[in-house]
């Protein structure tokens, strides 16, 4: 992993502790990272980062999704 790449995990994992959740695009996915109500985080990747009028992600364009229940620099990794 370049140094640039962890620079940017390392950002979005800041992002992701001061905000609860953080939205991003890498390898052609969007992916959307929050903390999870029962614990740890939800991640979810989609194949267009089209949005309902409420501002949340389409769900037809889910493609995968899990649990990680690691703190946010794991969860930012997951399903990278």
Known sequence: MTVLAKNKINSLARILKNENNVEFKHNG?????????????????????????????????LVDGGLCSGGTKDAIEFML
């Open 29 to 61: 996915l969007y992916y959307e990272v929050f903390e999870s109500a029962d614990s740890g985080f939800m991640v979810n990747l989609y194949s267009s980062d089209e949005k309902d009028l409420d501002g949340e992600y389409i769900e037809a364009n």
